[in-house]
């Protein structure tokens, strides 16, 4: 079973795949963000524009339904070019997005760091834990951690792999198996003990200076609270080959 069946054009059936840690009746925001890519994707494409920065505000907790993506353009230019995107289900907007795309061109590449660590063999703790057994998007990737642990308050370094398509009858495409894993920093790398405290993101930004390859991600995370409800998850990512981007995330804390 796939994280989504397209109904009609712009028009997504969510399945069980999508659910979320907080409420099975709400949707995990990384099968949204990566549907958001996916429709993206097929909006005014232009051979050598890259996406390079998305930015999506959560409203309200997106219902296990069937969505409507609908995407634009707002700004087309020849180097750059601005798209929006908003989801909404029953009527009501539940997210709004806004992405750039960069143009193409040779440039003199710096060095950067490769993965903090290679993708570690399958853990039968990690399968049965919360992550690998509690919960529909937990159920649907391959969680492989490095450093830290489902179970374990802190930072965590750890690599990811979308096992189901995201949406039914389609490969998906490596930047969409990187939004699906970016929305999990707060998730890996919780500071609060999730038994007595939420600590939801308002937000996502996933910034990249270039394209995502493979199956896996390797996510960075870690996650600062502050003394007035509010905490930050800053991640970075990488491929198998390297650091692509960063992703950060605004949090809502909250005891139960």
Same mark, same amino acid.
């Given at each position: 079973?796939?994280?989504?069946?397209?109904?009609?054009?712009?028009?997504?059936?969510?399945?069980?795949?999508?659910?979320?840690?907080?409420?099975?009746?709400?949707?995990?925001?990384?099968?949204?963000?990566?549907?958001?890519?996916?429709?993206?994707?097929?909006?005014?494409?232009? #051979?050598?524009?890259?996406?390079? !920065? &998305?930015? +999506?505000?959560?409203?309200?907790?997106?219902?296990? @339904?069937? *969505? =409507?993506?609908?995407?634009?353009?707002?700004?087309?230019?020849?180097?750059?070019?601005?798209?929006?995107?908003?989801?909404?289900?029953?009527?009501?907007?539940?997210?709004?997005?806004?992405?750039?795309?960069?143009?193409?061109?040779?440039?003199?590449?710096?060095?950067?760091?490769?993965?903090?660590?290679?993708?570690?063999?399958?853990?039968?703790?990690?399968?049965?834990?919360?992550?690998?057994?509690?919960?529909?998007?937990?159920?649907?990737?391959?969680?492989?951690?490095?450093?830290?642990?489902?179970?374990?308050?802190? #930072?965590?370094?750890?690599?990811? !792999? &979308?096992? +189901?398509?995201?949406?039914?009858?389609?490969?998906? @495409?490596? *930047? =969409?198996?990187?939004?699906?894993?970016?929305?999990?920093?707060?998730?890996?790398?919780?500071?609060?003990?999730?038994?007595?405290?939420?600590?939801?993101?308002?937000?996502?930004?996933?910034?990249?200076?270039?394209?995502?390859?493979?199956?896996?991600?390797?996510?960075?995370?870690?996650?600062?609270?502050?003394?007035?409800?509010?905490?930050?998850?800053?991640?970075?990512?990488?491929?198998?080959?390297?650091?692509?981007?960063?992703?950060?995330?605004?949090?809502?804390?909250?005891?139960?």
């Amino acid at each position: 079973m796939s994280m989504y069946t397209r109904m009609a054009e712009g028009r997504y059936l969510a399945s069980e795949h999508t659910q979320g840690p907080w409420d099975p009746g709400t949707q995990h925001m990384g099968p949204v963000t990566a549907l958001i890519v996916h429709e993206l994707a097929r909006t005014a494409p232009r #051979p050598g524009l890259e996406l390079s !920065r &998305l930015v +999506v505000d959560v409203f309200a907790p997106v219902p296990v @339904a069937e *969505l =409507e993506i609908a995407a634009d353009v707002t700004r087309d230019g020849k180097r750059v070019q601005c798209l929006s995107a908003s989801v909404s289900s029953g009527g009501r907007e539940y997210a709004r997005a806004s992405a750039w795309r960069i143009r193409e061109a040779d440039t003199p590449a710096t060095s950067v760091p490769g993965p903090p660590a290679p993708v570690p063999p399958p853990s039968e703790e990690h399968a049965r834990s919360w992550l690998g057994s509690g919960f529909g998007y937990g159920k649907a990737l391959d969680w492989r951690f490095a450093t830290g642990g489902p179970m374990e308050l802190g #930072p965590a370094t750890v690599w990811g !792999r &979308l096992t +189901v398509p995201l949406v039914e009858g389609e490969e998906p @495409a490596p *930047l =969409e198996r990187l939004a699906v894993f970016a929305d999990s920093g707060n998730g890996v790398s919780f500071a609060v003990d999730f038994a007595t405290h939420v600590f939801v993101n308002v937000d996502l930004t996933i910034s990249l200076f270039r394209a995502p390859e493979g199956e896996w991600i390797c996510m960075d995370a870690e996650t600062v609270i502050g003394p007035a409800g509010r905490g930050l998850t800053r991640s970075t990512l990488y491929d198998e080959t390297g650091e692509v981007g960063t992703a950060t995330q605004t949090l809502f804390v909250a005891p139960r």
